[in-house]
């Protein structure tokens, strides 16, 4: 739950951006010129002008680049603590996928909160990561393994 609004709080900030640039625009850029007799005044300069037309575009380029840091950077995110996810592990082997596995790369959260498994081979279609959070008792895999090992 934290996550997803971790992410919708970057995407209402990129909004906020956006809006708050077009409000500069509209309050710095010259207002149009009064209009001929007998034609109806301009109310926005928006498709009638061109460089504020430009301007606006501009801003929305700017709120897309927004959008896609925001994604981009919530990919890469624990979903538990929303720290970045650290220590990418490269698995499997593009030469020997039958023996070792297709390749993949694994990241985990410093804390211990889950892994984010990442297919580096997409065959069949897109694969989206697959998160595994982990226990609490961060101990208890290698106590297991200890154990198993007697
Ligand atoms: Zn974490």
Redesign the pocket.
């Known amino acids: 739950m934290k996550y997803w609004l971790y992410l919708a709080a970057k995407l209402l900030l990129s909004i906020g951006v956006v809006l708050g640039l077009e409000a500069a625009l509209c309050a710095v850029y010259p207002a149009p010129p009064k209009p001929l007799p007998g034609y109806p005044p301009v109310k926005s300069l928006f498709l009638y002008d061109m460089p504020f037309t430009f301007l606006v575009f501009g801003t929305w380029l700017i709120g897309a680049g927004l959008f896609f840091l925001a994604f981009w950077d919530q990919r890469r995110r624990?979903?538990?603590?929303?720290?970045k996810?650290i220590m990418p592990v490269q698995r499997g082997s593009w030469g020997n996928m039958v023996v070792f596995g297709r390749p993949q790369t694994e990241w985990i959260?410093?804390?211990?909160?889950?892994t984010l498994n990442t297919e580096d081979l997409q065959i069949t279609g897109r694969q989206f990561p697959e998160w595994q959070p982990h226990d609490d008792d961060i101990w208890k895999e290698l106590e297991s393994v200890e154990q198993a090992q007697k």
């Open positions: 624990c979903r538990t603590c929303l720290r996810l959260c410093a804390f211990g909160h889950g």
